[in-house]
């Protein structure tokens, strides 16, 4: 198999990289750090991102895209990481939905806002009854002449304090045979009256929230696909987007710091013989975890799901245990000064670590939790029956 970027995807890779290197300043480091979310310099950039067509390169050219394949998207979200950049994914991945299942006046009206980063997307699934089990959703629509009327609440929509509209799941039909067949997904704008935004912040500090619907009104026209027909929608928002990442830019600098950071500080060679072993372990891991989102986004190309679970399940998998066990091992590595904070003068490698390893857990949960990409696995990949 042959990973070798093409000359236009390497020349992607150049202007990304470029551009970042010149536009994504401190003030936006120190936004995407902080993990309160966006603020101005992390709009402005994404706006400047999206003149430049560098925020949805897989998308077609007509709605603000490039026409370019899935490795493009796994440049630039290598690169986004890299330079801790903002990270738009909410808004790409409700358009990817949209050209899938939208009809030609919502992607008309919403992708080429998402592709120039003037229109930014919460997703809306989760309730307190309904995280892994996502059909269990019960906010509810109810429908009246030209309108449905909402009620009901989410939970952990991270990106609702600063996008302009909720990707929300709902529940039309409470009396569904099969609760999955009782679902529509809606565009709500997240200004509208009756919506209540309320932080949650996670043990790492990341600010998330829960939004509260009381009466809101959604017009008809922002429904997605079919009444009832929203599990397809949600389904092509989760796994049709394609790929699962791949180039592992990031991990592998940290890699580097942790080797160049044991080779001059851990010189103990009975004291530190552990961290070799496991170095090596961390290695491999990595590089296993790249050549799989390398192939799931080689798949995507194709618009085929990569055999062993459909959209990257195992690349999610093996990408958020290696980075749990990446800031581990680096937290080890350090001893206590690690746990210092950012401004102590004691504190080694400019005190990023920490951050790092309180958010870690986070990505063995968000995009579903390990379990259940073992689930997805072992029933799309083996053909294993669901308990
Ligand atoms: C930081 C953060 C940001 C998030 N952002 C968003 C967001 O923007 N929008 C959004 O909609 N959601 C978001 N989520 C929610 C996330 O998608 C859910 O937390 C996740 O799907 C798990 O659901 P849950 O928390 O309800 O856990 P549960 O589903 O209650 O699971 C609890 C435990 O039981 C296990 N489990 C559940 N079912 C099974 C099963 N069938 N077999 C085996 N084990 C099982 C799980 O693996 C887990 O260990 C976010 C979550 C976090 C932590």
Redesign the pocket.
Same mark, same amino acid.
């Given at each position: 198999m042959d990973f070798e970027l093409t000359p236009e995807e390497k020349a992607f890779q150049k202007e990304i990289r470029e551009f970042l290197d010149k536009e994504c300043n401190e003030n936006v480091v120190a936004e995407t750090l902080s993990m309160e979310g966006e603020g101005p310099y992390s709009k402005e950039l994404l706006r400047k991102m999206g003149a430049n067509r560098l925020l949805t390169p897989r998308w077609p050219v007509e709605y603000g895209g490039r026409g370019m394949g899935a490795m493009a998207e796994a440049i630039k979200v290598d690169e986004i990481n890299s330079h801790h950049a903002p990270f738009p994914l909410?808004g790409v991945e409700v358009g990817n939905a949209l050209l899938i299942c939208g009809n030609e006046e919502q992607k008309k009206r919403f992708l080429p806002g998402i592709a120039r980063g003037d229109i930014e997307f919460? *997703?809306?699934?989760?309730e307190p009854d309904?995280?892994?089990?996502?059909a269990s959703v019960q906010l509810r629509a109810v429908e009246d002449r030209d309108e449905f009327i909402l009620n009901g609440q989410?939970?952990?929509?991270?990106?609702a304090h600063f996008s302009d509209y909720h990707w929300l799941l709902t529940r039309t039909d409470p009396s569904a045979e099969k609760k999955h067949r009782g679902l529509s997904l809606f565009m709500v704008d997240l200004k509208s009256p009756g919506i209540t935004i309320r932080p949650l912040i996670?043990s790492a500090g *990341?600010r998330?929230n829960e939004v509260f619907y009381e009466d809101v009104r959604v017009p008809k026209e922002n429904m997605v696909g079919e009444k009832n027909g929203g599990w397809t929608v949600i389904m092509n928002a989760l796994y049709g987007g394609g790929g699962g990442g791949g180039l592992a830019t990031g991990t592998k600098r940290v890699i580097d710091t942790l080797v160049k950071y044991a080779l001059e500080e851990k010189q103990d060679a009975d004291e530190n013989q552990w961290i070799p072993e496991t170095m090596a372990g961390l290695y491999i891991r990595t590089h296993v975890g790249e050549l799989m989102g390398l192939r799931a986004t080689a798949f995507a190309d194709l618009n085929v799901s990569p055999p062993y679970g459909g959209g990257g399940a195992v690349s999610r998998l093996l990408g958020g245990d290696t980075r749990r066990l990446l800031y581990n091992t680096a937290m080890q590595i350090l001893g206590p000064y690690g746990q210092l904070a950012k401004d102590s003068k004691w504190v080694p490698l400019n005190g990023e670590i920490l951050r790092e390893y309180m958010d870690a857990p986070?990505w063995t949960?968000?995009?579903?939790?390990?379990?259940?990409q073992k689930?997805v696995i072992a029933t799309r990949g083996l053909g294993l029956p669901r308990?």
């Amino acid at each position: 198999m042959d990973f070798e970027l093409t000359p236009e995807e390497k020349a992607f890779q150049k202007e990304i990289r470029e551009f970042l290197d010149k536009e994504c300043n401190e003030n936006v480091v120190a936004e995407t750090l902080s993990m309160e979310g966006e603020g101005p310099y992390s709009k402005e950039l994404l706006r400047k991102m999206g003149a430049n067509r560098l925020l949805t390169p897989r998308w077609p050219v007509e709605y603000g895209g490039r026409g370019m394949g899935a490795m493009a998207e796994a440049i630039k979200v290598d690169e986004i990481n890299s330079h801790h950049a903002p990270f738009p994914l909410d808004g790409v991945e409700v358009g990817n939905a949209l050209l899938i299942c939208g009809n030609e006046e919502q992607k008309k009206r919403f992708l080429p806002g998402i592709a120039r980063g003037d229109i930014e997307f919460a *997703l809306g699934y989760s309730e307190p009854d309904a995280g892994s089990d996502v059909a269990s959703v019960q906010l509810r629509a109810v429908e009246d002449r030209d309108e449905f009327i909402l009620n009901g609440q989410k939970i952990y929509n991270t990106e609702a304090h600063f996008s302009d509209y909720h990707w929300l799941l709902t529940r039309t039909d409470p009396s569904a045979e099969k609760k999955h067949r009782g679902l529509s997904l809606f565009m709500v704008d997240l200004k509208s009256p009756g919506i209540t935004i309320r932080p949650l912040i996670t043990s790492a500090g *990341l600010r998330t929230n829960e939004v509260f619907y009381e009466d809101v009104r959604v017009p008809k026209e922002n429904m997605v696909g079919e009444k009832n027909g929203g599990w397809t929608v949600i389904m092509n928002a989760l796994y049709g987007g394609g790929g699962g990442g791949g180039l592992a830019t990031g991990t592998k600098r940290v890699i580097d710091t942790l080797v160049k950071y044991a080779l001059e500080e851990k010189q103990d060679a009975d004291e530190n013989q552990w961290i070799p072993e496991t170095m090596a372990g961390l290695y491999i891991r990595t590089h296993v975890g790249e050549l799989m989102g390398l192939r799931a986004t080689a798949f995507a190309d194709l618009n085929v799901s990569p055999p062993y679970g459909g959209g990257g399940a195992v690349s999610r998998l093996l990408g958020g245990d290696t980075r749990r066990l990446l800031y581990n091992t680096a937290m080890q590595i350090l001893g206590p000064y690690g746990q210092l904070a950012k401004d102590s003068k004691w504190v080694p490698l400019n005190g990023e670590i920490l951050r790092e390893y309180m958010d870690a857990p986070r990505w063995t949960i968000v995009h579903g939790s390990q379990e259940i990409q073992k689930l997805v696995i072992a029933t799309r990949g083996l053909g294993l029956p669901r308990r």
